[in-house]
T-cell receptor, first 116, second 116 residues
Framework: AQKVTQAQTEISVVEKEDVTLDCVYETRDTTYYLFWYKQPPSGELVFLIRRNSFDEQNEISGRYSWNFQKSTSSFNFTITASQVVDSAVYFCAFVGGGGSNYKLTFGKGTLLTVNP | GAVVSQHPSRVICKSGTSVKIECRSLDFQATTMFWYRQFPKKSLMLMATSNEGSKATYEQGVEKDKFLINHASLTLSTLTVTSAHPEDSSFYIC????????????FGPGTRLTVL
């Protein structure tokens, strides 16, 4: 069975600090997809990134970057120079089996609070 | 990008009544839609997978007769909470799979149900 662990329940930083959100997954699948979503207080899930298991290249998008390490089954997310608007719950999620079952398994989420 | 809407966004009802929540894919056809439930400060829990033209597949522990799901068209799935009770109060989120983008799930904005 797949499992996604986000060990950090809550993180609080001061604006402009860098922050890394950890995500560790467990699976026996060789083909899978990993995702990060942002959930602001409004509740709507915002898609941030999808990464497939064959692509270990790190990704950077503006202040956001992702570090995928298959060797440690981790898919960590870093926000550089954090801003108050980054305050939200961030979920790491997993789809296994080549995505054929399409079911997303979510981690428990990390509440990020960025203070001015 | 693909857009998924949910209606209503908020609903308050009396105990014992039934509530219907609609999930629509606005600019794509969704052969599969998913219904999630989220308690405060908790992660998303998959309730059921809804396939167009067939019966929904419920996750373990989810009562089929309590949460009726209908996916009558490629753009609409409905979740009916029957004989609602206060413990059914929650945030319900749907997602729709775009068959063109295989593993991509697009999320609706969610419906906050409060049962008095």
């Amino acid at each position: 069975a797949q499992k996604v662990t986000q060990a950090q329940t809550e993180i609080s930083v001061v604006e402009k600090e860098d922050v890394t959100l950890d995500c560790v997954y467990e699976t026996r699948d060789t083909t899978y997809y990993l995702f990060w979503y942002k959930q602001p207080p409004s509740g709507e899930l915002v898609f941030l990134i999808r990464r497939n298991s064959f692509d270990e290249q790190n990704e950077i998008s503006g202040r956001y970057s992702w570090n995928f390490q298959k060797s440690t089954s981790s898919f960590n997310f870093t926000i550089t120079a954090s801003q108050v608007v980054d305050s939200a719950v961030y979920f790491c999620a997993f789809v296994g089996g080549g995505g054929s079952n399409y079911k997303l398994t979510f981690g428990k989420g990390t509440l990020l609070t960025v203070n001015p | 990008g693909a857009v998924v809407s949910q209606h209503p966004s908020r609903v308050i009802c009396k105990s014992g009544t039934s509530v219907k929540i609609e999930c629509r894919s606005l600019d794509f056809q969704a052969t599969t839609m998913f219904w999630y439930r989220q308690f405060p400060k908790k992660s998303l829990m998959l309730m059921a997978t809804s396939n167009e033209g067939s019966k929904a597949t419920y996750e373990q522990g989810v009562e089929k007769d309590k949460f009726l799901i209908n996916h009558a068209s490629l753009t609409l799935s409905t979740l009916t909470v029957t004989s609602a009770h206060p413990e059914d109060s929650s945030f319900y989120i749907c997602s729709a799979r775009d068959h063109r983008t295989y593993n991509e799930q697009f999320f609706g904005p969610g419906t906050r149900l409060t049962v008095l």
